[in-house]
T-cell receptor, first 115, second 112 residues
Framework: AQSVTQLGSHVSVSEGALVLLRCNYS??????LFWYVQYPNQGLQLLLK??????LVKGINGFEAEFKKSETSFHLTKPSAHMSDAAEYFC?????????????FGKGTLLTVNP | DAGITQSPRHKVTETGTPVTLRCHQT?????MYWYRQDPGHGLRLIHY???????DKGEVSDGYSVSRSKTEDFLLTLESATSSQTSVYFC???????????FGDGTRLSIL
């Protein structure tokens, strides 16, 4: 079964600083990879996805992520943090168990943005 | 936003009582999922459905059952609720299993 590791359960940055949220997965075959964001008392929203093709993926709200197969990583970045980016972020990877893929989620990283 | 409605949004009940949570979609998507979210655990899959009357277990299925009698509705039942099932429950849908899932707003369930 897949496992997803998000390094750092809590990341704090200043407004305007670089955001880097780390995600590593275990897989011997290229998976499908996703980042989701969750604002307080809401469900998860898709930020971006990697399926095939270009390894640098751009998402909503200025976020992007790069799939690095050799490092089994899919880190999320944003050049300049905004107060509205404060939320919890989840990395997820597909688990190709048979004909139905299932998502395995990391435990999440809470991003705090300081003024 | 994907048309997903979870009901109820909040529920408080007692240990040993049966509880049913409902997920209703208007997107006609084939796949539907139930997750629970607990601090420090992220989201964990309980059960999922890949069509009407077609369901399968997820990572944390013990103590839960599901039913899907029509495309738009996916029910999660706790036959005899326990305090360890206190959690926030999310429903998700997807058109294909390798496509992004879209989430409902969640049901906060407290079992006393």
């Amino acid at each position: 079964a897949q496992s997803v590791t998000q390094l750092g359960s809590h990341v704090s940055v200043s407004e305007g600083a670089l955001v880097l949220l780390r995600c590593n997965y275990s897989s011997s075959v290229p998976p499908y990879l996703f980042w989701y964001v969750q604002y307080p008392n809401q469900g998860l929203q898709l930020l971006l996805k990697y399926t095939t093709g270009a390894t640098l993926v751009k998402g909503i709200n200025g976020f992007e992520a790069e799939f690095k197969k050799s490092e089994t990583s899919f880190h999320l970045t944003k050049p300049s943090a905004h107060m509205s980016d404060a939320a919890e972020y989840f990395c997820a990877v597909t688990d190709s168990g048979g004909s139905n893929y299932k998502l395995t989620f990391g435990k999440g990283t809470l991003l705090t943005v300081n003024p | 936003d994907a048309g997903i409605t979870q009901s109820p949004r909040h529920k408080v009940t007692e240990t040993g009582t049966p509880v049913t949570l409902r997920c209703h979609q208007t997107e006609n998507h084939r796949y539907m999922y139930w997750y629970r979210q607990d601090p420090g655990h992220g989201l964990r899959l309980i059960h999922y459905s890949y069509g009407v009357k077609d369901t399968d277990k997820g990572e944390v299925s013990d103590g839960y059952s599901v039913s899907r009698s029509k495309t738009e509705d996916f029910l999660l039942t706790l036959e005899s609720a326990t305090s360890s099932q206190t959690s926030v429950y999310f429903c998700a849908i997807s058109e294909r299993s390798n496509q992004p899932q879209h989430f409902g707003d969640g049901t906060r369930l407290s079992i006393l």
